[in-house]
């Protein structure tokens, strides 16, 4: 199963913690980049966080030291937890899979490269909604 799926959003008060999850099948890859994007209504698709094979991890800069990604390779599930949210983390969550390289091509694009994640990113799960109350 290449499809990823999504799952533990749901309802929590500021303050509060989630952790979400993503079954896809990604062991078989020789390189690969696993991440989690999220986007807000009327907002363009960000990215939140990312891991890569051997587990070196990547963070937005809005969600470093709060959010905590992490890969069970034995289980090919990703995971991402989520402590002290906000409203502003108020999103659809959307696992997805680069299959072809490490995360760095993402995370250190040029400033002339394209913007749009779908380039990079070959399979997308379906989302997962968070949406986090005041």
């Known amino acids: 199963q290449v499809q990823p799926v999504e799952s533990g959003g749901g309802s929590v008060q500021a303050g509060g913690s989630l952790r979400l999850s993503c079954a896809a099948s990604?062991?078989?890859?020789?390189?690969?980049?696993l991440g989690w994007f999220r986007q807000a209504p009327r907002k363009e698709r960000e990215g939140v966080a990312f891991i890569e094979r051997g587990g070196k991890a990547y963070y937005g800069d809005s969600v470093k030291g709060r959010f905590t990604i992490s890969s069970d390779t034995a289980a090919n599930t990703l995971h991402l937890q989520m402590n002290s949210l906000d409203p502003e983390n108020t999103a659809m969550y959307f696992c997805?899979?680069?299959?072809?390289?490490?995360?760095?091509?993402?995370?250190?694009?040029?400033?002339?490269?394209?913007?749009?994640?779908?380039?990079?990113?070959?399979?997308w799960g379906q989302g997962t909604q968070v949406t986090v109350s005041s």
């Open positions: 990604f062991v078989g890859y020789r390189h690969y980049c």
């Open positions: 997805a899979i680069d299959a072809t390289s490490g995360c760095t091509t993402w995370v250190f694009r040029g400033p002339d490269a394209p913007l749009d994640p779908r380039l990079y990113f070959h399979y």
